[in-house]
């Protein structure tokens, strides 16, 4: 951080506290750090939540907007094409959205699985990703769920997670713990994919 700002994380935290920003709204912060402190748009953002997390306005996952979030990738010896379409086979979908009758991708709304998941397709984009609203069954509210496929090279490609909204750190971490053994599951299988 020094080398791209000028100043250590601590300094900052002494500037900003001196200025009178301890209280003050994530955005009031950046806008002063990128208008008064001639900080990039990424800088400003990255020195403001550090700072937030330094004096402990936020946690690790806690965003300004999508309440916390987690994001879990791995890359699997497996062709992108290859995953993809295991993604979306019944196989794939019982991976993400657990047991939903009648095929998932050939219905709308929000399909409950036979585990009590619930999802809603928001976004394919072939070859790509998922999007989808989501739910486990006690939870109150909906998350965003997000799955991708990158290939990285020849026979590699990696398998990403990105969910949103979910309810605080402990949802959290919970969910960071399901989707890590989730992509486990695939590693182990990855001979089948082929």
């Known amino acids: 951080m020094k080398g791209k700002t000028g100043r250590s994380l601590e300094e900052w935290t002494v500037l900003l506290d001196a200025e009178g920003f301890r209280e003050r709204p994530h955005k009031e912060i950046a806008a002063y750090l990128s208008s008064k402190r001639g900080l990039s748009p990424w800088w400003s953002q990255e020195v403001t939540v ?21 994001g ?3 890359t699997l010896p497996v062709p992108a094409p290859q995953l993809w379409r295991w993604l979306i086979s019944d196989a794939g979908v019982s991976w993400f959205a657990g047991s939903v009758p009648g095929g998932y991708f050939t219905r709308d709304g929000v399909m409950t699985s036979r585990e009590g998941i619930q999802s ?27 799955i991708r496929v990158s290939p990285k090279g020849g026979n590699k490609t990696t398998l990403s ?21 989730k992509i486990d599951e695939i590693q182990q299988k990855t001979g089948e994919l082929l």
């Open 120 to 146: 809603e397709l928001r976004v394919l984009k072939q070859d790509s990703h998922l999007r989808m609203r989501w739910k486990l069954p006690e939870w109150d509210d909906f998350s965003t769920l997000q």
């Open 50 to 70: 550090q700072y937030e997390k330094n004096i402990g306005r936020r946690i690790t996952g806690q965003t300004e907007s999508t309440g916390f979030q987690l």
């Open 161 to 181: 997670i990105h969910q949103e909204k979910l309810s605080g750190q402990k949802a959290r971490e919970d969910m960071l713990t399901y989707w890590k053994r």
């Open 72 to 74: 879990v990738s791995r």
